[in-house]
């Protein structure tokens, strides 16, 4: 070993230090000609005649050194060309080989570097921007968002080279020549562009001084993406006026195609709008259209802590003019991009690391079959592998050579990987998700960490697909196999066969999760929502900004409602600020709630919703006690509310809450006191998968806000259903710049399923395909062991055996392998599987016994059916022609 | 670079181990011993000899180590390792493969 490490360092010395090694050389003739000297003098030569005397016979010095040089370099470089020039050569010999393993690794590549990208996309790429290592992102106090105000102080104060803030939760209506589209845009601080510096396709971003909020600006900035899929990628875009809340906005610029935005999460608003009066009316007051949030650029040289310090010092400044106390405190500074992203979406990080070590699994087992590929072509080769032994090849050489075999492999399979990669990255990109924003992922081959991971891949694929051969070449029983003994009954516990038991356990550990994640899947399916969502549709109604006041709006809702009603078939319609279990699910909150008329309050934690006389009956959701909301709930009369059985069990056990009055936050900083009227059953708010909530229901006309959206509901007797699009023309008669979007329940709450269903469709998918793999590992063992078991099969059958005992003496072996390879898998999947459990709906533990049963029984019967094809073949030997053959 | 037939560089490696494996020696050391062994018979270019040192040294089959030379000067000086050893075996057996083969072969033919 240390022999080895002498001559590695030697190597490396030669190749990168060669000026100490050509130093040292000339120092070794130079003694070599002293010496010759010496002998010379003392043979009686004079000094000059002994030293010319020495040279000539010791040759041209410059040449000698250039051959030792020459020595040094080419006896690694050499080699290496020489075994990569051979392996391939004899790779493109076995054609069919060639072509199996290099796809199966492309895919297995394809699925990693797919995941990868995605990974870097979501979670660790910075935005494009102008040296993004410079950018902040920061949130004051508590929350994530400051005023417009807010914004314009801490900007003004010069704490940072820049500060800019950007908003995402807003939509607008655009309207094309036929239709009304909800969008979200990017509505940002007139600095933005000024700020990030990204780079733009065409035109160019607004500036700070164009922009200004109080100027209104009628400005707008193109994704790629919105440019080419929506506008046709219009050459004459620029200049070109699009319709944004019933108001022309001028294109100024379409950003480059590999813009990624400040959002994360690979979220790409398609539009980037101004803040101004025309999407947030009023900007000095809290209006929530009007809140940003902070993105900063550091001075040159400042570092993340006197960033952090110099904001702080602004907004210790500026906060004694607001009244809600955001601005007192950092609450956090952080850079941009890279590690620290995976901390702000935990489950998402966690299911993508999950996704990556399935993919990485998957790769595995496809080395394990190519490794098996190998070892089989190693055995017929055995006779070419001796004479190079012969020949004096050493064990280093043939490793050598047959690392770089896996390396062609490896690298063949990479290339088609990464091609295969764009496709499937761009179908992704592509996927109808039901998401605010379409999801951009980029899969730019000459990103940095991608190389990168791609390089660790085709190293690690290397060493997977070439370990097993390499251990096989170079055992000595090995060297006495090639000297043409016999094929042996071959030992049970070759390579091959703790290949296949390692492929099998990998495959249980991935089929294992793929069973969860389906489970899961059901299993949020059957979950009760607490309303109906059989007979019940819901249209999402974006009005244009400042078309109604909130008493004005609650008019229209009304109208809309009855008209509804009025619609042949509907038994209920009703009207909410948000539906459940949507995107705009309604709100939750924390507060400090006293009970009116006694000194008790209690610290309560919530979902709220306002909605309006009906809604309980057009939702199907029971009143427990008490009563729903009447038409006669209205502002300025007494304040009623309604809250659900887990917010009674929470904050009033064993008590009777109906008529009490409890003081809630609301429209005025001291909240309002509101009775409680009614209980309602249990339900869903955000996800299907949350522990049960506490809900309270408020009325709608006596909190309603200057929120630009709202939520009808229409409820259909039994055995009817009403076409989206009829309810969509009822509403739209009434105003028709309100953007609506009308589906059945069901599909609404597609949001909600989205996460079991991506995680089963993903896993899923994966599960397959390691289950595949291993079932062609199986088979191949099994296939060769057969053919190798001829004689031995044609004996036991000369002798008497039956051709069934002769099948179970195949199937048993492989089922020992199979059965193994089980047993190691569900010890690892105990340990591995249990954190997966925050994926999971309540209830459905990692450890799922059905799931693991159902996986083994799985797992176990394809297994037979994979090891009993080929061992059907053992069935056809023919005893006298296969023992002729002997 | 002109490179030596595979029979000189062969026969160059097989003296130079020859050379090396009673004692480490330095290269000049090497080339006056194989000329003396040989009573003068086998002039090599004294240059000749380093190629083949290092080569066999990227080998493994020899090792360098600091030594002093007879008059006293600090030299690099080559010696056997188990591997040279072996080889050295190796080169010696199928050298009498050889000269026994070509001896048949000469004498039959007279």
Redesign the interface.
């Known amino acids: 070993m240390s022999?080895l490490l002498?001559?590695v360092r030697?190597?490396i010395r030669s190749l990168v230090g060669g000026g100490a090694a050509d130093a040292?050389?000339r120092?070794?003739?130079e003694?070599?000609l002293?010496?010759?000297i010496?002998?010379n003098i003392a043979a009686g030569m004079t000094r000059s005649e002994a030293r010319s005397s020495a040279v000539r016979?010791?040759?041209?010095?410059s040449?000698?050194e250039?051959?030792?040089r020459?020595?040094?370099r080419v006896?690694?470089v050499e080699s290496v060309v020489q075994d990569l020039r051979y392996s391939f050569r004899s790779l493109t010999r076995q054609p069919l080989l060639l072509v199996a393993a290099v796809s199966s690794i492309a895919v297995a590549i394809a699925a990693n570097t797919s995941v990868f990208t995605i990974v870097n996309e979501l979670m660790w790429a910075p935005p494009a921007a102008r040296s993004p290592e410079r950018l902040v992102e920061m949130r004051m106090g508590g929350g994530s968002h400051v005023s417009y105000r807010q914004w314009w102080d801490l900007s003004e104060s010069g704490a940072l080279d820049g500060l800019a803030g950007y908003n995402f939760e807003t939509s607008v209506n655009w309207r094309t020549a036929d239709e009304v589209v909800s969008l979200m845009p990017m509505v940002v601080t007139p600095n933005f562009f000024d700020v990030i510096g990204p780079r733009f396709a065409m035109g160019r971003g607004f500036t700070a001084d164009e922009a200004r909020a109080e100027s209104d600006p009628a400005l707008v900035v193109l994704t790629h993406r919105f440019w080419r899929e929506r506008l046709g990628a219009d050459p004459q875009v620029l200049g070109r006026a699009l319709t944004f809340n019933a108001r022309p906005f001028t294109v100024i610029g379409v950003l480059s195609s590999d813009f990624r935005s400040v959002a994360g999460l690979a979220l790409s608003p398609e539009v980037y709008l101004p803040l101004g009066p025309s999407l947030a009316p009023d900007l000095n007051t809290l209006d929530p259209a009007a809140h940003v949030q902070l993105v900063g650029r550091l001075h040159d040289g400042q570092t993340l802590a006197d960033g952090r310090a110099a904001i702080a010092a602004a907004g210790q400044r500026a906060a004694p003019a607001y009244v809600f106390k955001n601005l007192e405190t950092v609450g956090q500074f952080t850079f941009i991009g890279g590690m620290q992203q995976f901390g702000r979406q935990e489950v998402v990080a966690a299911f993508l690391v999950v996704l990556l070590v399935a993919v990485g699994s998957i790769l595995a087992i496809t080395c394990a079959n190519v490794a098996g590929l190998l070892l089989s072509r190693l055995a017929s080769r055995g006779r070419e592998m001796a004479l190079r032994v012969a020949l004096?090849a050493s064990k280093r050489r043939l490793a050598q050579q047959l690392l770089a075999e896996g390396f062609w492999l490896a690298l063949l399979g990479a290339a088609g990987g990464l091609l295969l990669m764009k496709v499937t990255t761009g179908l992704l990109s592509s996927a109808p998700l039901p998401l605010p924003a379409p999801l951009d992922i980029h899969a730019d081959l000459t990103d940095s960490r991608l190389i990168s991971y791609a390089v660790m891949l085709v190293l690690v694929t290397t060493f997977l697909c070439a370990v097993a051969p390499v251990l096989q070449a170079t055992r000595k029983s090995q060297m006495a196999a090639l000297k043409r003994l016999p094929a042996g009954f071959g030992r049970r516990w070759n390579l091959r066969n703790l290949l296949v038991v390692g492929q099998v356990a990998v495959a249980l550990v991935l089929l294992l999760t793929a069973f969860l994640f389906l489970r899961n899947l059901t299993l949020s399916r059957a979950l009760d929502p607490g309303f109906d969502v059989s007979r019940t549709s819901v249209a999402l109604v974006n009005f244009v900004e400042g078309r109604y006041t909130p008493a004005s709006r609650l008019v229209w809702l009304e109208q809309a409602v009855e008209r509804l009603r009025h619609l042949p078939g509907v038994e209920h319609a009703s009207y909410g600020r948000g539906a459940p279990l949507t995107l705009r699910s309604g709100m939750t909150t924390g507060a400090k709630v006293p009970v009116e008329g006694t000194d008790r309050a209690f610290q309560a934690f919530y979902q709220n919703n306002f909605v309006g006389p009906g809604y309980f009956e057009t939702m199907g959701i029971e009143i427990l006690a008490g009563r729903g909301f009447r038409d006669d709930d209205r502002r300025g009369g007494p304040a009623v509310i309604v809250v659900n059985e887990e917010f009674v069990r929470r904050y009033f056990p064993g008590e009777d809450p109906l008529g009490v009055s409890i003081r809630l936050p609301g429209p005025t900083p001291s909240g309002y006191p509101a009775e409680i009227v009614g209980i309602a059953r249990d339900g869903k708010y955000r996800t299907l998968a949350e522990e049960q909530q506490a809900g309270v229901y408020e009325a709608y006309s006596q909190r309603s806000n200057r929120d630009r959206m709202a939520h009808l509901f229409v409820r259909t007797a039994d055995g009817v259903t009403i076409a989206p699009r009829e309810i969509a023309r009822v509403i739209g008669e009434l105003d028709p710049s309100a953007a609506v979007d009308v589906q059945p329940m069901k599909s609404a709450l597609a949001f909600a399923f989205l996460p079991s269903q991506l995680g089963a469709a993903l896993l899923g998918t994966l599960g397959a395909l390691g289950l595949l793999l291993a079932m062609v590992g199986l088979f191949a063992v099994v296939s060769y062991s057969v053919s190798r078991r001829v004689p031995e099969i044609g004996i036991r059958l000369a002798l008497g055996a039956t051709r069934g005992a002769v099948l179970r003496l195949v199937l048993r072996d492989a089922m020992t392998l199979a059965i193994t390879g089980c047993i190691i898998g569900l010890v690892a999947a105990w340990f591995v599987t249990s954190p997966l459990s925050i994926f999971l709906v309540p209830g459905l533990g990692a450890s799922d016994p059905a799931s693991f049963v159902g996986t083994t029984i799985l797992l176990l019967l394809v297994s037979a059916a994979a090891a009993w094809l080929p061992a059907r073949r053992a069935l056809a030997v023919d005893p006298v022609s296969s023992l002729r053959a002997e | 670079m002109s490179r030596p037939s595979d029979l000189i560089q062969g026969t160059l490696d097989l003296l130079i181990l020859k050379t090396v494996a009673l004692e480490p020696r330095h290269g000049w050391a090497i080339a006056k011993r194989i000329q003396q062994m040989s009573q003068d018979v086998l002039q090599i270019t004294q240059g000749s000899l380093y190629p083949a040192l290092h080569r066999l040294e990227q080998q493994g089959w020899l090792k360098a180590q600091a030594g002093v030379t007879d008059s006293g000067r600090e030299a690099k000086f080559y010696a056997l390792t188990a591997a040279g050893r072996k080889q050295l075996a190796r080169e010696l057996e199928s050298w009498d493969r050889l000269s026994t083969a070509i001896g048949l072969v000469v004498r039959e033919a007279e």
């Not at chain 1, 016979?57 to 010095?61: D, I, Y």
């Open positions: 022999r002498d001559r030697l190597r040292s050389l120092d070794e003739i003694l070599h002293q010496e010759q010496d002998e016979a010791f040759g041209p010095v040449l000698v250039e051959q030792c020459d020595t040094r006896a690694i004096g």
